[in-house]
DNA sequence: CTGTATCCGTTCGGATACTG
DNA sequence: CAGTATCCGAACGGATACAG
């Protein structure tokens, strides 16, 4: 799992087994629904616990608090409480999380140009690509 | 789990959702042994079955063998049997396993930056740092 | 509105034995 | 040597109910 891996490797840190700084980057974004939550966040600014779950129609409740609990532990977003009545906490990404987005960029990169050389192009033949003009 | 990820990215791709080249790629080396693999066999050229479980003291014989086969279906690695007696079977990264470096480079990098901004550096005290010359 | 706790099916991962 | 199959305990993830 991505929890169990992120575990992990922040385990190992404890134990100064530190010969992982990749796994490390890794697991900041390794859950299942990290990603998305970063870009969007870095997009839009803010979003509150049920406008994420708005945006990730399968996630589930659990799962998302769960999410969130992990990437504010590690700093990649900041978890804003507002003592209103109904409660209203506000999700932002911080710094340290918009400093993976290159990261993330080159990753977007590489999956299209991948998805692309694939002629994963949905919906046509995957012969098209071979004959357009000719 | 990251092959649940995984086969959900897969599944996503052949249902035309392709609204997802960053976690296909993420899907490509978010395997617990991945990155090393990958990092292993593009340093070293070549490995084979045994060697790199000696590499990984802590994997286990068939998440091994799972995470090969998985990283050769997505043509990361290419696996070849040499059949002599006893059994040989190399496994080498290919170009498309090596385009992915730079961006497992980067991961290095920002992992590295922001274990010593933790101050991770380990088995000296978290505070040493603050504290050279003065 | 957010988040926690519980129950429970499904899946993962370790150990072992077996085939080629 | 390399890989598959099986058994079984452990962890995950969904649904639901509950609390602040």
Redesign the interface.
């Known amino acids: ?2 929890d ?2 992120r575990e ?1 490797v922040l385990n190992r ?1 404890e134990n ?1 087994d ?1 010969s ?7 697991a900041m ?2 859950g ?1 629904w990290k ?2 939550i970063l ?1 969007q966040l870095n997009e839009h600014g803010a979003y509150r616990f049920n406008e994420l779950r708005r945006l990730l129609p399968k996630v589930t409740h659990k799962v998302l608090t769960n999410q969130l609990r992990e990437m504010t532990q590690d700093q990649l977003i900041t978890r804003t409480v507002e003592q209103e009545k109904p409660l209203k906490v506000i999700y932002t990404i911080t710094p ?1 999380g918009q ?2 987005m ?3 960029d ?7 140009a ?2 692309a050389q694939l002629q ?1 192009t ?2 046509f033949s995957a012969n098209e690509a071979a004959l357009p003009g000719a």
Chains 1, 2 share one sequence.
Do not use: N, Q
């Open positions: 799992m991505t169990a891996a992990d840190l100064g530190y992982c700084a990749k796994e490390f980057t890794l974004f390794a299942k990603l998305i870009c340290l400093s993976l290159p990261i993330i080159a990753m977007c990169d590489w999956g299209d991948r998805l994963v949905p919906h």
